[in-house]
């Protein structure tokens, strides 16, 4: 029998994790296949096209298009500084001069004797691709980049902010139900990724910077805090590339949720370990998760052929998150899969499964489309 589907959320002791390091355009490989690399390794290099400039020069100097040539300074493929005469008209036996300078450092990529336009481009914009993680190399894509692959526990985050970093696992809470204030965050956590229990606190992630923490993970995050703090609403937009001084992974969603038993059970007992976290998210078709992952150093035999992870879809005792209301951001787990669609409150039929919670031991019935499945 097909299983209905049920997104899910891994939170993994041990899998093989292998992670495509990809450049925006072709450049240049600097790595091979079985190569070691640490997340800092650079893998791969491009160059970006500059940034373009356009100048209506010949409206600057009073001349025809057609008349541009006579007057440009500069021809095209000419390297160019701000501020540089790239363009003279002179009139009125030279008692009068019209100039033209340009407005960004770079080359003259194109001069139009139809429209008067100069097109200004700027220089390159190197870009680098890190490993991310720390692997082994297992495939070289000629010319785009490598896969990256390694050992490691993986856990999976409702939301995130910030882009790839890493750091040594840093725990300021004993319980995962505590919530993560500013009063916990000292010199300490510089350079570290800190990892509390149910909300952060805006203070919290401030202080977190001041103090030169390249992470934080936590339970829950405010909705309000989180727009107050990056000045605008996230709606469905991608996140990853906010320059902020520090990396946030959500565990359960937003509001006082505390973190899931198994999360920070992981967590804790990895204390001290290399975590490689980002939180780029996306909520629309294509969907991205912020992680965290802990690349298991000592078990970096990725040679070997390994069964890849299969999801067995919803079963008894599968552990679950309820993300609708009632009973939003509980947790629990799956104590019953009755086959036959039952009538809701609205009145509209629908597959349920019977959950019992963790904090409580109370049973409810809840639609399958209203739950989350937490893969381990």
Not at 63 to 83: N, T
Not at 248 to 269: C, H, P, W, Y
Not at 342 to 355: D, G, N, P, Y
Request: glycine share 12%.
């Amino acid at each position: 029998m097909a299983h209905t589907y049920t997104p899910g959320l891994k939170v993994s002791q041990k899998e093989l994790i292998t992670k495509k390091r990809i450049l925006p355009l072709k450049g240049d490989v600097t790595v091979k296949v079985g190569d070691k690399l640490s997340p800092d390794t650079v893998v791969a290099r491009t160059h970006l096209p500059g940034p373009v400039e356009t100048m209506n020069v010949a409206n600057i100097l009073g001349v025809p298009p057609e008349d541009i040539s006579q007057c440009m300074l500069k021809k095209v493929g000419d390297p160019i500084k701000a501020g540089e005469l790239i363009g003279l008209n002179k009139s009125f036996f030279g008692l009068f001069k019209s100039e033209a300078k340009a407005k960004i450092e770079g080359t003259i990529e194109t001069i139009s004797h139809v429209t008067g336009q100069v097109l200004l481009r700027g220089h390159p914009i190197p870009v680098e691709v890190k490993a991310y993680i720390e692997g082994e190399v297992v495939e070289v894509f000629p010319k785009e980049g490598v896969a990256v692959r390694c050992w490691g526990s993986f856990i999976q985050g409702i939301f995130g902010i910030g882009g790839e970093t890493h750091g040594e696992l840093k725990m300021v809470v004993s319980k995962p139900e505590t919530k993560l204030t500013d009063d916990l965050i000292n010199e300490s956590c510089k350079d570290k990724i800190i990892v509390g229990g149910s909300i952060v606190t805006a203070e919290a992630v401030k202080k977190a910077i001041k103090v030169g923490a390249r992470g934080i993970v936590a339970g829950g995050f405010s909705d309000r805090d989180l727009r107050d703090f990056l000045g605008y609403d996230i709606g469905v937009a991608i996140t990853g590339s906010e320059d902020l001084g520090v990396t946030l992974v959500v565990t359960e969603g937003f509001g006082e949720i505390q973190m899931a038993n198994r999360t920070f059970d992981l967590l804790k007992s990895l204390e001290g370990k290399r975590a490689c976290i980002n939180g780029a998210t996306q909520i629309r078709a294509g969907v991205i998760r912020p992680e965290v992952i802990i690349p298991i150093v000592d078990d970096i035999k990725t040679g070997i052929a390994v069964e890849g992870f299969q999801g067995k879809g919803l079963e008894i005792g599968s552990p679950i998150r309820v993300i609708r209301s009632p009973y939003f951001g509980k947790l629990g787990k799956v104590t019953a899969l009755p086959s036959p669609l039952q009538k809701l409150e609205s009145e509209s039929m629908a597959r349920v499964l019977e959950v019992e919670f963790d904090t409580d031991g109370k049973h409810a019935v809840i639609p399958r489309a209203n739950v989350e499945m937490i893969e381990d």
